[in-house]
Structures are given as structure tokens and as C-alpha cells.
């Protein structure tokens, strides 16, 4: 048992450390979070509340965005009619639904106003602004229905909502607007959010899943995808929340939102875990690929150490120094995910013998399921042919299949080039591996 408490301790310590970065970046930063009316009816919503807690502790400027459509169903005695997915809303239902808007306000502040010993909220002191910041329009007439009350986001008080939340207040919106006649319209948490974390130019909109999870149509877990992609992932997705939440989640990142996360309500502290891990438990998406594989710099040492210090302990790579790193960076490419290096190779040419010698290929623990070891292979090898090599050769103890799997041959020391062979580690004894590459391939 305490051999348990330790490593669990030491799994906490080191998570802690490593949310150090986020931490830092998102102080002072505006994040817009999105959840239905069904997160209110959960057991585990007081999680949510924690979670939000420690997001406002952390400095974060957070604009909440609620949903009420499972209390207004209750409220209504009618089966409610829908087009293109709008709850069409007369008069009778406006009341239904203002009832319940003023219900779930009320719940929600008085979560966020707890403060009781030996709790998350210990100490928390929230205060919640929330009002008009929310003028909007009648919907109008579609496919020949008049939906009535339903209406649309004409515009956001940015300026408002600022001073909230520099304030150091949580903005709370509904899902309702008001028109500058007087008028109240009946709107959807996910037009509010996205047009809000528009208006706020966000740094990001996270909206929580009450149905279904982030994963395509065959269960794989959805990790990033940027708004381009969206329309064709679309195509291959089951009815859900994810379906109705990726098409707002493109648009706001096209407008300018810095990155909206799906997240699953089922899982417990998600919202935490997608904010302060790399790897993430739900889908980001963003305007353009945080990822990408480019020619390493003398900044990227660290990173580059980073990756290859644990399998340099498993004895599958040789130790580097950072003195030689620094000397020899030129050679390297890395793989950049998200500002983290997680992924690295280096070619050392002998174009005196037109070959070069692919090197330290290495691929964080956590993120080598993804085929960023075949992305590094392949800059190799374009950046091999630019130089005029014809052959590739690697040495390994470790993952000799993985190479021959992807057109490498087994060769011996005596066919390396002659100043890589005098260098040759015979104890270590490394088996050689060659693939022909350009237009002798």
C-alpha cells in the first residue's frame, strides 16, 4: 500500500510539473466554456463547478455559456416542433423557456458561490456578472415556418463583458437575447458561445458533450483536426453533440478563435485534462495544424534531450551530451506538436560515397501511435535526395523490423562508408540496415 501512495504521489508530482507551461500561458487569458442543460441534471455537475474554480484561481478569464433545452421540454405540455435543428418558439414556450433560463442562472451561481471548508471551493470568493450582453434578432421565416421567437445573435457587448472579467468576475450567458425594441428571442448555446468567443477574440471555445463522444464513425478517438477537415469528418459522423458542435467549432476558429476543444462530459475532469496535458482527452481543433516537421534549430536542444534522454536510459539510442547536440543540430529535424518537441531524426551525409546515415530517430512515449515516425523518415529521405545521396543506411539494436518493413535491407559494417566503419561500436554490436532512395529506389 505504500509503495502505491508513493508512485501515485510521484504520477501527481510530476503531472503537476508538467502543467507548469499551461499554467503560466493562460493567465489572463479568455476562454468561452459551452455546456447543455443536461450537464445541469448530472450527479457529477459539481465537478464541472470545481473545475471551473480552478481555471478562475489560475487566473483565467472564463465567460460560461449554459443550455436549458431538457428543462424547457419539461416545462412544456406539447411535443416541440424543430426546423434545421431550431426549436421553433411561440409565445406560450418563450414563457417556458425564460422560466427556465431564470432557474438554471440561479442553480448555477449558487454552485459557484460556495465556499465551504474541506471543499474545492474553499476560499474561492466567485463573483458572477451576467445581463443583457446578448442582442439578437428574429430567425425569421425557414422552409416556410415562422419560428417565431426563435431568433439569432445580432451582436455581443464585448466592451461589457470585458470589464467583468477584468474585474475578476466569471460572465455567465443564456441562451437568450434581447432586441433593442424589447423583445426577447429564444436562442442556442452554441450560437451564443461561438459568437461570443468571436466577439472576444477567445483564446478558446470549449464546448462539453452531453451525447456521444469524441470519436469518428468507427470509435477512434478524434485527437486534433483543423477546420478544413471538418466538412469531410462531418460526412462520416453519427447524429450527436459532436456533429452539432464541430461545424460552430470551425467557423469560430476561422473567424479568429485560437482553438476549440470537444470534450465528453463522461469523463471525469476532462475539462483539466484537455487544458493541462499534451496529449489531451478530447478534439482540438484549430485553424491550422499545430504540428509540423521542419529543420531543428539550436532552441529545440532541450527538446530534442527531452525525447531522447529515456531511450538513451533503455540503452536503445547512444547517449548524446548537449555540447554535441549544440555542435551537430544542423543535421536534425524535429517534430513540433503544439510548441512541444516530440519527435526528433539527424542525417549525417557521406556524399563522397553518395549515402547518409539516418540517425537518432525518436519519438516520444506518449505520442508514438501516431506515424510520426514515418513522417521523420520520410524528411530524411527528401532531404537526402535533395543532396544528391542514393542511399540511406541506419544502425539499431531495437527496431530492426520497423526498418526493414519500410524498404530497409539488412547489410554488415563492411558496407558502410569507410569513416562511418572505423567508428563502427563492435561491443554494442548494431545491425546495419540500407535502402536505395531517389531514382535508384
Not at 475539462?271 to 516537421?293: C, D, N
Not at 506538436?337 to 549515402?355: H, N
Amino acid at each position: 500500500m505504500a509503495r502505491s501512495a508513493e508512485m501515485e504521489t510521484a504520477s501527481f508530482v510530476q503531472w503537476f510539473r508538467a502543467a507548469a507551461p499551461y499554467i503560466h500561458a493562460f493567465r489572463g487569458k479568455t476562454f468561452v466554456l459551452a455546456f447543455g442543460g443536461e450537464a445541469m441534471l448530472r450527479a457529477d455537475f459539481v465537478d464541472l463547478i470545481y473545475d471551473i474554480n480552478l481555471l478562475n484561481a489560475l487566473g483565467v478569464r472564463l465567460v460560461l455559456v449554459h443550455g436549458v433545452r431538457p428543462q424547457v421540454e419539461e416545462r412544456l405540455a406539447a411535443e416541440a416542433q424543430y426546423v434545421q435543428g431550431r426549436r421553433v418558439t411561440d409565445a406560450d414556450a418563450l414563457e417556458h423557456v425564460k422560466d427556465a433560463v431564470g432557474s438554471v442562472r440561479v442553480d448555477i451561481e449558487s454552485l459557484l458561490s460556495v465556499g465551504l471548508p474541506n471543499t474545492p471551493m474553499a476560499g474561492a470568493d466567485i463573483r458572477v456578472a451576467s445581463g443583457n450582453y446578448v442582442t439578437a434578432q428574429p430567425a425569421g421565416i425557414v422552409d416556410g415556418i415562422d419560428l417565431q421567437f426563435t431568433g439569432e445573435v445580432r451582436k455581443i457587448a464585448v466592451a461589457p463583458i470585458r470589464d467583468r472579467l477584468q474585474a475578476g468576475e466569471i460572465v455567465l450567458l443564456s441562451p437568450l437575447g434581447y432586441s433593442p425594441t424589447g423583445e426577447v428571442f429564444n436562442l442556442t448555446l452554441e450560437e451564443v458561445a461561438t459568437q461570443a468567443a468571436i466577439a472576444l477574440a477567445a483564446d478558446k471555445l470549449v464546448f462539453i458533450l452531453d451525447h456521444g463522444d469524441t470519436v469518428d464513425a468507427k470509435g477512434r478517438r478524434i485527437n486534433r483536426v483543423t477546420a478544413a477537415q471538418v466538412p469531410k469528418l462531418l460526412r462520416e459522423l453519427p447524429d450527436g453533440d459532436m456533429k452539432l458542435y464541430l461545424p460552430h467549432a470551425a467557423h469560430a476558429c476561422k473567424k479568429g478563435v485560437g482553438k476549440v476543444h470537444l470534450i465528453s462530459a463522461d469523463v471525469d475532469g476532462a475539462v483539466v485534462m484537455e487544458l493541462f496535458t499534451h496529449a489531451g482527452v478530447g478534439t482540438m481543433v484549430t485553424r491550422q495544424s499545430v504540428e509540423s516537421l521542419r529543420p531543428a534549430t539550436i532552441d529545440d536542444v532541450g527538446g530534442i534531450l527531452s525525447v531522447i534522454e529515456p531511450l538513451e536510459a533503455d540503452g536503445i539510442l547512444v547517449r548524446r551530451s548537449r555540447e554535441l547536440l549544440e555542435q551537430e543540430i544542423e543535421q536534425f529535424f524535429v517534430d513540433e506538436l503544439d510548441g512541444r518537441i516530440v519527435g526528433c531524426v539527424a542525417l549525417y551525409p557521406f556524399p563522397e560515397t553518395g549515402a547518409g546515415e539516418m540517425a537518432c530517430l525518436a519519438v516520444s512515449r506518449e505520442f508514438q501511435r501516431g506515424g510520426r515516425g514515418d513522417g521523420l523518415l520520410a524528411a530524411v529521405e527528401d532531404a537526402a535526395i535533395e543532396r544528391g545521396l542514393t542511399q540511406l543506411f541506419v544502425l539499431t539494436t531495437r527496431t530492426t523490423h520497423w526498418f526493414i518493413e519500410r524498404g530497409f535491407t539488412l547489410g554488415a559494417p563492411e558496407d558502410l562508408p569507410a569513416p562511418r566503419k572505423a567508428l563502427y561500436n563492435w561491443q554494442r554490436r548494431s545491425k546495419v540496415l540500407m535502402k536505395k532512395i531517389g531514382g535508384d529506389e
